[in-house]
């Protein structure tokens, strides 16, 4: 390698870190918080150096994406997640699936995947709904 080089990530920063690592560290810190939390304290959550700038920009990113929900307090913003972890992958797969226009095959191609395990639990889901049919007096509903 030339005199000068350094060894670098495609398109990155040798300290750059893998994308979506730090929406997800902001995440983990705040579902494991008993409430809210401002930039700075999320930022000691997650005991890094990253400036509070930073974590105020992971945070501004995540609300406009709807992953976290923000109420002032004082001249700032105090953070909470806006669903589980499981909502939110839930909510990814909303996302991914309403952004192609075969719809039809882009189910059939995730369900092709599923292992039989899944597929069983997705039957189940599918024929008595999350909560187990429980909302509707145990009636099936077919989709």
């Known amino acids: 390698m030339p005199e000068g080089h350094e060894d670098r990530p495609a398109g990155g920063r040798p300290d750059r870190r893998p994308a979506g690592e730090l929406e997800a560290s902001v995440l983990a810190a705040l579902w494991a918080a008993d409430g809210p939390l401002t930039p700075i304290a999320v930022r000691l ?23 976290v929900t923000r109420a002032h307090a004082g001249r ?15 909510r990814r ?7 192609d226009a075969d ?37 099936t509903i077919r989709t």
């Not at 700032?76 to 997640?81: D, F, I, K, S």
């Not at 191609?109 to 429980?134: I, Y």
């Open 93 to 99: 797969m909303h996302a991914e699936l309403n952004k």
């Open 76 to 90: 700032g913003y105090v953070y909470t997640p806006a669903q589980d972890p499981p909502g939110l992958t839930a």
């Open 45 to 67: 959550a997650l005991g890094t150096d990253l400036a509070r700038t930073t974590v105020t920009t992971i945070l501004t990113r995540l609300h406009a994406k709807g992953a």
């Open 103 to 139: 719809r039809a095959t882009a189910l059939a191609r995730f369900v092709a995947d599923l292992g039989p395990q899944d597929r069983e639990r997705l039957r189940t889901l599918l024929d008595e709904g999350p909560d187990g049919g429980a909302s509707r007096g145990g009636a």
